[in-house]
Nanobody
């Protein structure tokens, strides 16, 4: 059973930065896993913001965060990061890490269905 634990959320002012971390356990190797970041604001649908496969051989972003967010992976630490810069109030919400085993990088994209989820870490951006 893959387990995911997020950290790094908190309050921040608009224009500021945060780096979220997601540490994974329960699998022998992360080589075959697509790892994604999602967010959900109160009253809104969950939105995927970024994903990564094999330390960045494949990565993707939602249009709403392109140029501001960067996803990265450290396999040795079994950790995926989401660097968030130039934060806006609309970036506020609960951020979740997710994982799914895929056949290759081409399957790691905005349409993949994730199987494992973390508990989330809260991000609050004030104006």
């Amino acid at each position: 059973q893959v387990q995911l634990v997020e950290s790094g959320g908190g309050p921040v002012q608009a224009g500021g930065s945060l780096r979220l971390s997601c540490t994974a356990s329960g699998y022998r190797t992360s080589n075959d896993y697509c790892l994604g970041w999602f967010r959900q604001a109160p009253g809104k649908e969950r939105e995927e913001v970024a994903g990564i496969f094999d330390e960045g051989i494949t990565s993707y972003y939602a249009d709403s965060v392109k140029g501001r967010f960067a996803v990265s992976q450290d396999k040795a630490k079994n950790t995926v990061y989401l660097q968030m810069n130039n934060l806006k109030p609309e970036d506020s919400g609960m951020y979740y890490c997710a994982a799914v085993k895929v056949l290759g990088g081409r399957w790691c994209n905005l349409h993949v269905q994730f199987r494992y989820w973390g508990q989330g870490t809260q991000v609050a951006v004030s104006s």
